[in-house]
């Protein structure tokens, strides 16, 4: 299998910019990812992740109503600010207007090189996973290392995104209630397509998430049976729309 490459009349574009989503506290993560980043030659950005005051929270668009309707419990502080990171570095790629990498701090990029950011940044695909929790099923498309998944791998360690996929992320989570992974496979909210490119050149390196703050209560049966019920209508929307990627 090949990587997609431009036509020959396309332009050169510069090296892609990289976006490292890390807590300032993180010091032994930072100094790690700047092993790694400095040992591929790589030039980078940091980009802050948030660990978001009760006001923060309060003032962040997440929709506590809609969660607990939805889930039965509500989201984790970590999780919100692992949301609020990943919109920042959103709003990032827009201003860039072209594709970025985006890292958080616990990634292993040993395979990431300048050649494959090329590709990536040529490829005609705006939101491509270079990393996942749990292998799912999948496709490659055509003779490439491109592939569609049909289930959600999970996590965001390591994904290029494009200007347009950025803005429409954007716009649809200025009120939001899931997991920023979640949000991001939710194609049937959002439009944006979510592709990989295999194999997977950036792994997660094992270490305990920042996001240790997760409260997910055992829930009573009527929670569960209103959780179930309220969910049919999305969980359908997102078969179709899925089924509709999937084959065409």
Known sequence: MIDAMPMKNSYICQLMKIFVISLPEAKERRELIDQQMSAAGLAYSIIDGIRPTAAQIQSSGYNVRQRHFRYGYGMSAGEVGCFLAHRTAWQAVQAQHEKCLILEDDAVV?????????CLQHSPYGLIRLAGSFRKRHKFIGNTTYAKYWGDPAGTVAYVIGPQE?????????SFYMAVDDFMEARQMHGVHTYARFPYPVRHSGQDSHINDRNRPPLFVPTRLRRMLVRIPGDLSKYFYRLAYWYF
């Not at 040993?110 to 090329?118: T, V």
């Not at 950025?166 to 200025?174: F, R």
Request: proline fraction near 0%; glycine fraction near 6%; avoid cysteine.
């Open 166 to 174: 950025a803005k429409k992320l954007l716009e649809k989570s200025g």
């Open 110 to 118: 040993s395979e990431l090189n300048s050649f494959l950011l090329e």
